[in-house]
């Protein structure tokens, strides 16, 4: 599975960004989808994420309102909706991919990562 990120930029807080994620190869294998971020300095952290078929979608706490995940299986594309941004949102945004598989009793976990794009708010 291969993700391209598109869609950063330098945006005035208060401003709106819309990322984009197209993902290729195995795609019929993929679980689900989700954008992380990570500030300098800090640790990669789970932004939201969307079940295959869309049925369930979860995000963190700092994005709830202002974030919204969606995603086109039929376009194998991954959308990220970003309103209200603040600076607190600058951060370089990855998409992610989960391909679970099983065997018997066990769960084998494989993540999928683009290369990430820069969003910055300005103040």
């Known amino acids: 599975v291969q993700l391209v990120e598109s869609g950063g930029g330098l945006v005035q807080a208060g401003g709106s960004l819309r990322l984009s994620c197209a993902a290729s190869g195995s795609t019929f294998t993929i679980s689900a989808m989700g954008w992380y971020r990570q500030a300098p300095g800090k640790q990669r952290e789970l932004v939201a994420n969307?079940?295959?078929?869309?049925?369930?979608?979860n995000y963190a706490d700092s994005v709830k309102g202002r974030f919204t995940i969606s995603r086109d299986s039929a376009k194998n594309m991954l959308y990220l909706q970003m309103k209200s941004l603040e600076p607190e949102d600058t951060a370089v945004y990855y998409c992610n991919a989960v391909r679970l598989r099983i065997f018997g009793l066990e769960i084998e976990r494989n993540d999928y990562w683009g290369q990430g794009t820069q969003v910055t708010v300005s103040t």
């Open positions: 969307i079940t295959s078929g869309s049925l369930v979608t």
